[in-house]
């Protein structure tokens, strides 16, 4: 399980439509050039191996992530529109009843 540290001023961002062959050092090449990545979390299948089309990126400040937000939603990125939001709290998750 990864959990990761967020500082007061860092903002987590949620990256989808992202192409199946794309890694972590894309995406962190992708976002540094709007500031300090702190974190990446590249969604994985477990059984094809591949990407599942959608990441989290940590940037340092609100600022850094605002400014990758404005410029790379909706941008193409490898022949697809990428969509960048601020990412949403997870959810708590309950216990599954069988």
Known sequence: ????YLGRNSVKLF???LPHDITSTDIS????GYGEVVNTNLVIDQFSGRSRGFAFVEMSTRS????????LNGSEFKHRQLVCNEAKPQKKKGKRSR
């Open 1 to 4: 399980m990864l959990i990761s």
């Open 15 to 17: 990256i989808g439509n």
């Open 29 to 32: 090449q992708l976002f540094s």
């Open 64 to 71: 850094e992530g605002h400014k990758a937000m404005e410029s």
